[in-house]
């Protein structure tokens, strides 16, 4: 059984900073792609970031320079900090993992943990 489990998350204000972590299940973690993706109320689910096990790391454009993704291989886990918090970046925060072997997509998901930016 894959599990992901996240923590970290809560209310700061603007200008504030946060760090996620999303703990993975050991048969899982050096071989996947880890990311990390929000979902606010009444909107689609989009990606923040990503990061191969090689330890390449990819942004959406309304993060980058603020958020940063890393991943602790030995300790099974991907972290995401997040500096200068705005209001829009309030959302129920997921953790991903995905692995594409032919033909199948092994795609697994955290629980989520709610971040939330506000004065």
């Known amino acids: 059984q894959v599990q992901l489990v996240e923590s970290g998350g809560g209310a700061v204000q603007p200008g504030g900073s946060l760090r996620l972590s999303c703990a993975a299940s050991?048969?899982?973690?050096?071989?996947?792609?880890m990311g990390w993706y929000r979902q606010a109320p009444g909107k689609e689910r989009e990606l923040v970031a990503t990061i191969t096990n090689g330890g390449s790391a990819n942004y959406a454009g309304s993060v980058k320079g603020r958020f940063t993704i890393s991943r602790d291989n030995a300790k099974n886990t991907v972290y995401l900090q997040m500096n200068s918090l705005k209001p829009e970046d309030t959302a129920v925060y997921y953790c991903n993992a995905r692995k594409f072997s032919f033909p199948t997509l092994y795609d697994y998901w955290g629980q989520g943990t709610q971040v939330t930016v506000s004065s």
């Open positions: 050991e048969s899982i973690f050096s071989t996947y792609t």
